[in-house]
Every structure is written in C-alpha cells, then in structure tokens.
C-alpha cells in the first residue's frame, strides 16, 4: 500500500483530457513538500514530467500541467496522443517517515 | 550530455549480496544527490534510499535499513548501491536517479538506464 494513492488506471480518446489524482496526507503533500510526477514507459528509465507541483523541464510539452491543493495533487494531460500511454507515477516526500514516497502508478490507456 | 550508466544485469542466489554501480557524466558530480528507486515485476517504483555526492550523507528508506549501503566516488563519478541478504523479493530493475537543483525536495531530473537484478537459486 502507497502513502501516495493514486487510480490504478485511466484511460481517454485521441484528442481528450485526462487527470491523475494523487492523494496524500498531513505528512507529505499537506505539510507542503512538493509532488513530482513522472512517466515511464516499461523497458526504460522513468522520465521527469513535472517538477515543484507545476513546473515542466525543458522539452516537456505544455499538453502536460500539474496542481496541488492541500494534501492532493493532479496531472492533467490535453490533447491526447498514442504516445502518452504509459505509466505515471507521483513523487513527494514524507516528513514521518523522513524520506521520499511515490504514488502506486495510474497506467494511462488511450483508446 | 548529462546522463548516468549503470552496471550490467545481475542474477544472484538467496542470501547474497548485489552491488550496483552508477557512472555519472556531464555535470558536477558533487553538486548533486543521487537516489536509489526500484521496480519489482508488475509493481511500482520504489524508493530506496538518497545519497550525497558532496559528502557521502545518506538517508535510507526504513525498509532497507540495515540491509542497503549506498557509496560514491568522486575520484571516478560513481555511485554505487549494495544491498544484502538478498530474497527473490529483491528481483527488481534498479535505477540509480540524479536529485535536481535547487532547494527543497527536487524531483529526479536524470535518470540511469536501469540494472535487472534477479534473485534466483
């Protein structure tokens, strides 16, 4: 069990939005550490999507937006496109157990 | 280019110890943490523990305790990650991850390709 939880999966059309929920608590996202998001397709190395909650390194597509508000956090992804199917992991840290926490993983289907 | 190699895949017997290694290359080395995540089969990416190339301080994730030691070198910009008394629980992809800059708690801006460890008797 995740101390970040998010949907196992989602899934959305060619063209359509999409959001990740990942939920947390007072000891990680609500004490104001901030989430990170990622997308890893299997075989390679995970991929930094979003930094500091809403932040996109060099090269992400603006398709891909992050928020945060209280002891939550979502990815929204416009647009959709055959190649964003992957999995998408949250990213924080956790001041009780003094160490960074990811989410369980929403594996994205584009139908 | 900035980028991190790790080590060839392992396969391990119950019992044993792995070592991992991590070459960095491209930036400064000793600027920047590194952390340890893993990837058992069909499971999600799992934290490990964090390291500093600066002064060798380590956090480690209460699960690993007492069983993982993570080392650098700078001499060399390598990483490396230990972990004993290995179970087939350990079989996992191991990467090793660069901490971004800046304050706070940074995502993992770059990341190595991956080691396949399998533990197998």
Known sequence: ?111 | QVQLVQSGAEVKKPGASVKVSCKASGYSFSSYGLCWVRQAPGQGLEWMGWISAYNGDTNYAQKFQGRVTMTTDTSTTTAYMELRSLTSDDTAVYFCARVGGGGGMPGLDVWGQGTTVTVSS
Not at chain 1, 3 to 24: D, E, F, H, K, M
Not at chain 1, 59 to 75: E, N, W
Not at chain 1, 77 to 89: H, K, N, P, S, V
Request: charged share 15%; glycine share 14%; with cysteine.
């Open chain 1, 1 to 111: 069990q995740s101390v970040l939880t998010q949907p196992p999966s989602v899934s959305g059309a060619p063209g359509q939005r999409v959001t990740i929920s990942c939920t947390g608590s007072s000891s990680n996202i609500g004490a104001g550490y901030d989430v990170h998001w990622y997308q890893h397709l299997p075989g390679t190395a995970p991929k930094l999507l979003i930094s500091g909650n809403s932040n996109r390194p060099s090269g992400v597509p603006d398709r891909f937006s992050g928020s945060k508000s209280g002891t939550s956090a979502s990815l929204a992804i416009t647009g959709l496109q055959a190649e964003d199917e992957a999995d998408y992991y949250c990213q924080s840290y956790d001041g009780s157990l003094s160490g960074r926490v990811f989410g369980g993983g929403t594996k994205l289907t584009v139908l």
